[in-house]
């Protein structure tokens, strides 16, 4: 089935780093949706793609659509502490326009 | 405007008891999931529905029922509590994208 892998898995960074990580599928996707959860939290979408090739700014944060289709990146700018949670990739299911699979999770922590 | 709300926050459930997690939307949203997140893991979806009176199994729906009987509603219904379903489960609703709710801690002992 259907699968999504994102990478890292956990990385620790310094405040003020650069953060990059991705997502990729052996599937074509037509969407990519980048959440951010926070401990004891539900997951908030950050920023949603709809085309390939699409690169969406939202702050800090920018996110790529693959021009393959089949990935996608999210990287964060200049770290600040409160960036620190899961970052989830996810994408509609081949069987289902509205019905979504996330990937593993890249977990960020941010040191002061 | 609320989003997406759940009750309880918090329960623990003996072997063997039932509970009904609720969730509700104030978003007229049609499409609405549940979801399990097992520590240290992604989502996995166990049913979802795509308007009232219409519902359909997600990747791990053993263990589970569900029922929409309005487009607010999506109540998941856990029959038989077993320790593998100790996990934390999370409603959500879309329009084209999800918008999810805080979520439920379940423990079963």
């Known amino acids: 089935g259907q699968q999504l892998n994102q990478s890292p898995q956990s990385m620790f960074i310094q405040e003020g780093e650069d953060v990059s990580m991705n997502c990729t599928s052996s599937?074509?996707?037509?969407?990519w949706l980048w959440y951010k959860q926070d401990p004891g939290e539900g997951p908030v979408l950050l920023i949603a793609?709809?085309?390939?090739?699409e690169l969406t700014s939202n702050g800090r944060l920018t996110a790529q659509f693959g021009i393959t289709r089949k990935d996608s990146f999210l990287n964060i700018s200049a770290s600040i502490p409160s960036d620190v949670g899961i970052y989830f990739c996810?994408?509609?299911?081949?069987?289902?326009?509205?019905?979504?699979?996330f990937g593993t999770g890249t977990r960020l922590k941010v040191l002061a | 405007n609320a989003g997406v709300t759940q009750t309880p926050k918090f329960r623990i459930l003996k072997i063997g008891q039932s509970m009904t997690l609720q969730c509700t939307q104030d978003?007229?949203?049609?499409?609405m999931y549940w979801y399990r997140q097992d520590p240290g893991m992604g989502l996995k979806l166990i049913y979802y529905?795509?308007?009232?009176?219409?519902?359909d199994k997600g990747e791990v729906p053993n263990g589970y029922n569900v029922s929409r009987s309005t487009t607010e509603d999506f109540p998941l219904r856990l029959e038989l509590a077993a320790p593998s379903q100790t996990s934390v489960y999370f409603c959500?609703?879309?329009?084209?994208?999800?918008?999810f709710g805080p979520g439920t801690r379940l423990t079963v002992l």
């Open positions: 959500a609703s879309s329009s084209v994208t999800q918008y």
């Open positions: 599937s074509i996707f037509n969407t």
């Open positions: 793609l709809y085309k390939a090739g």
């Open positions: 996810a994408g509609p299911t081949t069987s289902g326009t509205y019905k979504y699979i």
């Open positions: 978003m007229n949203h049609n499409y």
């Open positions: 529905s795509v308007g009232a009176g219409i519902t």
